[in-house]
């Protein structure tokens, strides 16, 4: 396809930003580039740049826990067999092994750094969620994983005096020069433009569930990292895997709230408007099967009763363990007048996790010489065309380490003779003509969601893309003066390359299931697409 894709989104020129040096740049502050950040050797300085608050990220809200093989009973061969199984073929083995059998590692290097993870005795509690085998999910405050591992992990950063953390700071583009990522261009609001150079540069800036109208990501969650690197020139690679997933509070005027797949975990039904238990009716494992597969009978269901959610029953349960279990999410049904030991939750699938990203090798490298990546940015080939529950926190630790520990051992190499390359940007003619951005996000958004949702079809696919790329003609070629241009920009150049990746694969695999094609056609289809953007 034509790429109307711009190199930069903004004009700057050497003489007219300023300057910084660093020998590591990380972009994102979730637990991917916070652990990379501990993994930089202390002699050497590093900037971490954040969006918003270093709080502000996927991993904070990150409920369910972290899997990894813990209990004497379960087994390194079984936890690699049970991510196969959800991701497919389109899993990397080589990478699933290396990630599970780094599990215990990086889990235990949590709890050295405070993470308190819950117990009994002083045993972990290991909870199971869809997918798995075996109880092998180690949890937070019951519900609240992400928010303890974060504040560990930041605790344990803000020890280091060489990492200095840049927040409330939008990264713009990469820069690059003779194909090697040489830093980035930021903004803020008290300085401005800056151009920061680096000796090596880590991309973790997490997901892009943004793009949707449904979404349990947090509001920086707008593909940001996915789109300044496919505009610096890097491959990214199964764009078309989003997952869904299945449970999320559907409460007018509610946020779109995670409710944790351990729920199910722990015994909860689901049940449609009839209070009916349809599980049963699509998969044997109920409601412990792969997400995707529990979003798709929840999108089936909701047809058939023609109901614009279903539920999620635990009145079955014992309800003071229920209060203890999942006391974030008690409170928040509270707040809309459930309590969730008697009422039922209504829940219906959202964009949860992207699959797809930035193509790296096993120890997180780009193709791009001097760029890394880890976390939801990139594509690793642990997950395949399915994530499994709660491999993704395990991805972003155990890859933030190897990335954090290379581009270190890079940058030590590498003299300590900074220059600034002479890059710049040219400004763009002005349009006279105003543009109404919230309009064009709403319109994204709601067209994400009806058309590349969790089931499509090549007609629906094809207008989407027609509607985005008549979008694409006219906003990208802009040049605005603050983030929420920019953010619509990076949105539309991922909703784009999503999009035309699920047009193009005609068959049904993992959460791509398209209605047309509903067979997985592995003689033609057993590979992974990718996207580089035309120069």
Same mark, same amino acid.
């Given at each position: 396809?034509?790429?109307?894709?711009?190199?930069?989104?903004?004009?700057?020129?050497?003489?007219?930003?300023?300057?910084?040096?660093?020998?590591?740049?990380?972009?994102?502050?979730?637990?991917?580039? *916070?652990?990379?950040?501990?993994?930089?050797?202390?002699?050497?300085?590093?900037?971490?740049?954040?969006?918003?608050?270093?709080?502000?990220?996927?991993?904070?809200?990150?409920?369910?826990? +972290?899997?990894?093989?813990?209990?004497?009973?379960?087994?390194?061969?079984?936890?690699?067999?049970?991510?196969?199984?959800?991701?497919?073929?389109?899993?990397?083995?080589?990478?699933?092994?290396?990630?599970?059998?780094?599990?215990?590692?990086?889990?235990?290097?949590?709890?050295?750094?405070?993470?308190?993870?819950?117990?009994?005795?002083?045993?972990?509690? =290991?909870?199971?969620? !869809?997918?798995?085998?075996?109880?092998?999910?180690?949890?937070?405050?019951?519900?609240?994983? !992400?928010?303890?591992?974060?504040?560990?992990?930041?605790?344990?950063?803000?020890?280091?005096?060489?990492?200095?953390?840049?927040?409330?700071?939008?990264?713009?583009?990469?820069?690059?020069?003779?194909?090697?990522?040489?830093?980035?261009?930021?903004?803020?609001?008290?300085?401005?433009?800056? =151009?920061?150079?680096?000796?090596?540069? +880590?991309?973790?800036?997490?997901?892009?569930?943004?793009?949707?109208?449904?979404?349990?990501?947090?509001?920086?969650?707008?593909?940001?990292?996915?789109?300044?690197?496919?505009?610096? !020139?890097?491959?990214?690679?199964?764009?078309?895997?989003?997952?869904?997933?299945?449970?999320?509070?559907?409460?007018?005027?509610?946020?779109?709230?995670?409710?944790?797949?351990?729920?199910?975990?722990?015994?909860?039904?689901?049940?449609?408007?009839?209070?009916?238990?349809?599980?049963?009716?699509?998969?044997?494992?109920?409601?412990?099967?792969?997400?995707?597969?529990?979003?798709?009978?929840?999108?089936?269901? &909701?047809?058939?009763?023609?109901?614009?959610?279903?539920?999620?029953? *635990?009145?079955?349960?014992?309800?003071?363990?229920?209060?203890?279990?999942?006391?974030?999410?008690?409170?928040?049904?509270?707040?809309?007048?459930?309590?969730?030991?008697?009422?039922?939750?209504?829940?219906?699938?959202?964009?949860?996790?992207?699959?797809?990203?930035?193509?790296?090798?096993?120890?997180?490298?780009?193709?791009?010489?001097? =760029?890394?990546?880890?976390?939801?940015?990139?594509?690793?080939?642990?997950?395949?065309?399915?994530? =499994?529950?709660?491999?993704?926190?395990?991805?972003?630790?155990?890859?933030?380490?190897?990335?954090?520990? !290379?581009?270190?051992?890079?940058?030590?190499?590498?003299?300590?003779?900074?220059?600034?390359?002479?890059?710049?940007?040219?400004?763009?003619?002005?349009?006279?003509?105003?543009?109404?951005?919230?309009?064009?996000?709403?319109?994204?958004?709601?067209? &994400?969601?009806?058309?590349?949702?969790?089931?499509?079809?090549?007609?629906?696919?094809?207008?989407?893309?027609?509607?985005?790329?008549?979008?694409?003609?006219?906003?990208?070629?802009?040049?605005?003066?603050?983030?929420?241009?920019?953010?619509?920009?990076?949105?539309?150049?991922?909703?784009?390359?999503?999009?035309?990746?699920?047009?193009?694969?005609?068959?049904?695999?993992?959460?791509?299931?398209?209605?047309?094609?509903?067979?997985?056609?592995?003689?033609?289809?057993?590979?992974?697409?990718?996207?580089?953007?035309?120069?």
């Amino acid at each position: 396809m034509s790429d109307p894709v711009p190199r930069y989104l903004v004009p700057f020129h050497p003489k007219k930003q300023p300057h910084h040096f660093t020998d590591v740049l990380i972009i994102g502050g979730g637990l991917a580039g *916070l652990r990379a950040a501990l993994a930089v050797d202390p002699a050497l300085n590093v900037v971490v740049i954040t969006k918003e608050g270093i709080q502000q990220s996927n991993s904070n809200y990150a409920q369910g826990g +972290i899997a990894g093989v813990l209990d004497p009973e379960d087994r390194f061969e079984d936890h690699i067999a049970d991510t196969l199984t959800a991701g497919g073929s389109l899993c990397d083995r080589e990478v699933v092994d290396f990630v599970v059998r780094e599990a215990p590692i990086r889990i235990n290097e949590l709890i050295h750094w405070g993470t308190r993870f819950d117990s009994d005795r002083g045993e972990l509690t =290991l909870g199971r969620e !869809g997918g798995h085998s075996q109880n092998r999910i180690v949890h937070a405050l019951g519900d609240a994983t !992400g928010r303890e591992i974060m504040r560990a992990v930041i605790e344990q950063a803000a020890k280091l005096k060489n990492v200095h953390a840049w927040q409330n700071t939008f990264t713009l583009d990469l820069l690059t020069h003779d194909g090697i990522c040489r830093g980035a261009l930021v903004w803020n609001a008290q300085h401005g433009k800056t =151009l920061v150079w680096a000796k090596q540069t +880590i991309l973790c800036t997490g997901g892009c569930g943004q793009v949707y109208r449904e979404t349990t990501n947090p509001p920086v969650a707008t593909g940001d990292g996915h789109a300044m690197a496919y505009r610096a !020139g890097a491959e990214l690679r199964d764009m078309e895997f989003m997952q869904f997933h299945p449970t999320v509070l559907y409460i007018a005027g509610s946020s779109r709230s995670l409710i944790t797949e351990a729920m199910r975990g722990e015994g909860a039904w689901l049940v449609d408007r009839h209070g009916h238990r349809f599980m049963p009716d699509y998969d044997p494992r109920l409601e412990l099967a792969p997400r995707d597969v529990v979003s798709q009978a929840i999108v089936e269901q &909701m047809e058939k009763t023609r109901h614009p959610n279903v539920y999620l029953d *635990l009145t079955h349960l014992d309800a003071d363990f229920i209060r203890r279990r999942f006391p974030g999410i008690a409170a928040t049904c509270a707040e809309f007048g459930l309590d969730i030991t008697r009422d039922r939750i209504p829940v219906r699938p959202g964009a949860h996790y992207m699959i797809g990203g930035v193509t790296v090798d096993l120890y997180g490298r780009t193709a791009i010489d001097g =760029l890394w990546a880890a976390g939801e940015v990139t594509s690793t080939g642990l997950h395949g065309a399915n994530r =499994l529950a709660s491999n993704s926190l395990l991805e972003g630790l155990v890859y933030g380490a190897h990335a954090g520990e !290379g581009a270190s051992k890079a940058a030590a190499r590498m003299p300590d003779g900074f220059a600034a390359i002479p890059l710049e940007n040219p400004v763009e003619v002005e349009s006279l003509e105003a543009l109404d951005l919230s309009d064009i996000r709403n319109s994204l958004t709601s067209l &994400m969601w009806r058309s590349v949702g969790v089931r499509r079809t090549g007609e629906q696919l094809a207008e989407a893309l027609t509607s985005i790329d008549q979008w694409c003609r006219y906003v990208l070629r802009r040049q605005f003066n603050d983030p929420a241009g920019w953010q619509l920009q990076n949105m539309l150049c991922i909703a784009r390359l999503m999009t035309a990746a699920a047009l193009e694969r005609r068959e049904s695999r993992g959460v791509h299931l398209r209605s047309d094609y509903r067979e997985t056609d592995d003689q033609n289809w057993n590979r992974h697409l990718g996207f580089k953007r035309n120069p």
